[in-house]
């Protein structure tokens, strides 16, 4: 795997980190282009933009922020709202100029949110795809398996390539990485398991496959039962076992080591252990990673 | 012995804990007096999550040790297993619409449950009506929205302010969970609270239902 590098979204400027929270709440614009800054400089490739809820109901905040951030940085933008109204204010706001002309992304878009796609009218623009749910007889699903969420994830690239006018280069598919401190149902494995049934798909060349890190360590401590860095390792974990099957964007913190662990890595083998593992007895051996 | 047993399911020492039931019951022992001792146990584990010293997995594993006292002493119950129908209380909880994330909410239901109530969950993506004319048809004292997503918040303020329509909000208290809720989202949506977690859910009801 060396050489190979992941794409990075950067994630903090979201009111998920305590940090930034603050720093909408004080309507810090500085500290935002700071924290904009910082990203970049560590590696960014996009930067995602999450402002909370205040989103809904403050869309001159939502321009002011997206005007500061482009004041300072030339990365395209990843908008973070499930949302048509917000992201119109987000798409329409975005100066493709101040980021050398490439295209933003919007973030996410799902077959039970696809009237999305009419934002298109606003400006072209990349899109990150939830494969972690579908759309049956017109209701809404969670997937449970990695057949269902490689087959959601071959009908809409199929159909925004055939109906849209995206490239496969457009196309970020979101395999949605769980919480592994409440995975009892396998969707970590899902997830891996989905990876490896698009990347198998020749029709899906060239399409990204991408994953919010950060959810993964969710509720779990900081170190592991050996004092080492448990989330650390849980992330490269994953990573570990993506990578070689096409897993190429993360959705993250820039300037966290996003590497493969080695592959005699004790971290590593409890992980595989855990996400084949379901119900209780996966919480068991999550347990066993920090109590030892 | 009780203390034994509390300490040995709030140290998530299984084998212990089961082993302390079965010889307490097949002793003589009050089967209501395990099942009080799981309330204290499962109220130290509470306390240790929001310490920081557990984490998720202590919760669902404390959970399910509960959850596999109570499968032996509630048939010993006097009047057998119906008689230990004495719920704390009802909750009808739900993730609304728009949003199909469950993995919290079932975390949550099934903390709620292991805390001896009723709880009513009406699932995923739930419409506005099926939330009016659930709480119509059972009046339950609480009611939990749950939603991962941003546009989460706007179905959960459709859905309380179609209850105040209706007329049901004042005899209701409901709380919201999920994603990035907190004060603002709290305020817009004109819940009564927010919960970060599930044992913020059992407070809300113990404070709520202390009858």
């Given at each position: 795997m060396t050489g190979q590098r992941l794409t990075i979204i950067g994630e903090r400027i979201n009111p998920g980190f305590k940090s930034t929270k603050e720093l909408f709440e004080k309507d810090d614009l500085s500290g935002i282009q700071e924290l904009a800054r910082r990203q970049a400089a560590a590696g960014a490739d996009y930067l995602n933009v999450n402002i909370g809820s205040r989103a809904l109901y403050d869309k001159a905040f939502m321009k002011e922020v997206i005007q500061a951030i482009q004041d300072v940085v030339n990365l395209p933008l990843s908008f973070d709202?499930?949302?048509?109204?917000?992201?119109?204010?987000?798409?329409e706001t975005y100066d493709i100029e101040k980021a050398s002309g490439r295209k933003p992304i919007v973030n996410s878009i799902s077959e039970t949110r696809w009237d999305m796609l009419e934002l298109l009218s606003i400006r072209p623009f990349k899109v990150i795809l939830m494969a972690s749910e579908r759309l049956e007889d017109g209701v809404g699903r969670a997937n449970k398996f990695s057949a269902e969420v490689a087959l959601v994830a071959k009908r809409m690239t199929e159909k925004l390539i055939s109906?849209?006018?995206?490239?496969?280069?457009?196309i970020f598919v979101d395999v949605s990485i769980s919480a592994l401190s409440s995975d009892t149902e396998g969707l970590l494995h899902m997830a891996i398991e989905g990876i490896k049934a698009i990347s198998n798909d020749p029709s899906m060349r060239g399409v990204h496959l991408s994953g919010?890190?950060?959810?993964?360590?969710?509720?779990l401590p900081a170190k592991a039962a050996d004092g080492s860095d448990l989330k650390s390792q849980i992330e490269r974990a994953f990573i570990t076992l993506a990578m070689p099957y096409g897993f190429d964007t993360v959705l993250g913190t820039p300037w966290k080591q996003y590497e493969p662990l080695a592959p005699d890595s004790p971290v590593l083998a409890q992980f595989q252990q855990i996400i084949s593992a379901r119900g209780v007895d996966a919480m068991r051996l999550v347990r066993k990673l920090y109590r030892g | 012995m009780l203390e034994e047993l509390v300490r040995a399911i709030a140290d998530m020492e299984e084998e212990l804990a089961l082993q302390l039931v079965r010889d307490f019951v097949s002793g003589g022992g009050d089967p209501q007096q395990v099942l009080d001792a799981c309330r204290d146990a499962m109220d130290l584990v509470g306390k240790r999550f929001e310490a920081g010293e557990y984490f998720?997995?202590?919760?669902?594993?404390?959970?399910?040790?509960?959850?596999?006292?109570?499968?032996?002493?509630?048939?010993?119950?006097?009047?057998?297993?119906q008689a230990s129908v004495k719920t704390a209380g009802t909750v009808l909880i739900g993730t609304v619409h728009g949003?199909?994330?469950?993995?919290?909410?079932?975390?949550?239901?099934?903390m709620l449950e292991v805390s001896g109530y009723n709880v009513?969950?009406?699932?995923?993506?739930?419409?506005?009506?099926?939330?009016?004319?659930?709480?119509r048809e059972l009046k339950p004292p609480v009611l939990a929205l749950s939603g991962f997503l941003t546009l989460a918040f706007d179905s959960m303020k459709e859905t309380i302010d179609a209850l105040s329509d209706a007329g049901l909000r004042d005899s209701l208290k409901i709380m919201i969970g999920g994603g990035q809720v907190d004060e603002a989202v709290r305020s817009y949506t004109n819940a009564d609270a927010f919960g970060l977690n599930a044992m913020d859910a059992v407070s809300l009801c113990r404070q709520w239902l202390a009858a």
């Open positions: 709202f499930p949302n048509v109204d917000v992201q119109a204010v987000c798409l109906g849209h006018g995206l490239s496969a280069d457009d919010g890190l950060s959810n993964i360590v969710q509720q | 998720l997995p202590e919760l669902m594993l404390a959970g399910d040790l509960l959850e596999q006292i109570s499968a032996i002493v509630k048939p010993l119950l006097v009047g057998g297993p949003d199909l994330h469950d993995i919290g909410k079932n975390i949550v239901v099934f009513i969950d009406l699932g995923i993506d739930v419409p506005v009506e099926d939330f009016v004319d659930k709480v």
